[in-house]
């Protein structure tokens, strides 16, 4: 079964510093994509960041990246310079090249302390 | 704005009742998907179109829940009967075949 796997239910970081939220997955699929959304309280689910699988080099946007280690399976986000407006939920997604359907992990919240 | 528009944002309703959601997508993405997601969850698949074609559906909550796409444009998502247990955020996204772009979502409580 494909399955993805947020094992931190919370974090808490202080501003400005660097914090890194971990995901795995389940896949026996070779092409795929991998996505973080974010989700502040109430408010719109945005995409922050996305992986293809075939791509060995980490992606990169503005202070996220990720660190994607195919053969363990693992996506990792790294949040530097933290900032308050980075606090919300932060969802972790696989998306088989070979189906419709957004896997998705359980989330991890995101606390900044000013 | 060219975003995933969903209507309404919120919508209060008693138990018993019939609701119907309203999402557009983006014009140019063919593939429309519906979520439920619950405080503290991730979101939930229902069903899955692609144009107007309804390709998943067996992911629907029961039969009181139904969704249709005409003409492949905008799509509508109706529960009947509500329950409280239906109380939720449902989210509509829209995508070309990779990256899902989501709405702001519709909130509903069933009292």
Sequence with gaps: AQ?????????????AETVTLSCTY???ES???????????????????????YK??????????VNFQKAAKSFSLKISDSQLGDAAMYFCAYFPDSNYQLIWGAGTKLIIKP | ????????R???????QNVTFRCDPISEHNRLYW??????????????????????KSRLLSDRFSAERPKGSFSTLEIQRTEQGDSAMYLCASSPPDEQFFGPGTRLTVL
């Design chain 1, 26 to 28: 389940d896949t026996s």
């Design chain 2, 10 to 16: 919120h919508k209060i309703t008693k138990r018993g």
């Design chain 1, 56 to 65: 060995q080099q980490n992606a990169t946007e503005n202070r996220f990246s």
């Design chain 2, 1 to 8: 704005d060219t975003g995933v528009s969903q209507d309404p």
């Design chain 1, 3 to 15: 399955t993805v796997t947020q094992s931190q239910p919370e974090m808490s970081v202080q501003e």
């Design chain 2, 35 to 56: 979520y439920r997601q619950t405080l503290g969850q991730g979101p939930e698949f229902l069903t899955y179109f692609q144009n107007e074609a309804q390709l998943e």
């Design chain 1, 31 to 53: 092409d795929y994509y991998l996505f973080w959304y974010k989700q502040p309280p109430s408010r719109q689910m945005i995409l922050v960041i996305r992986q293809e699988a």
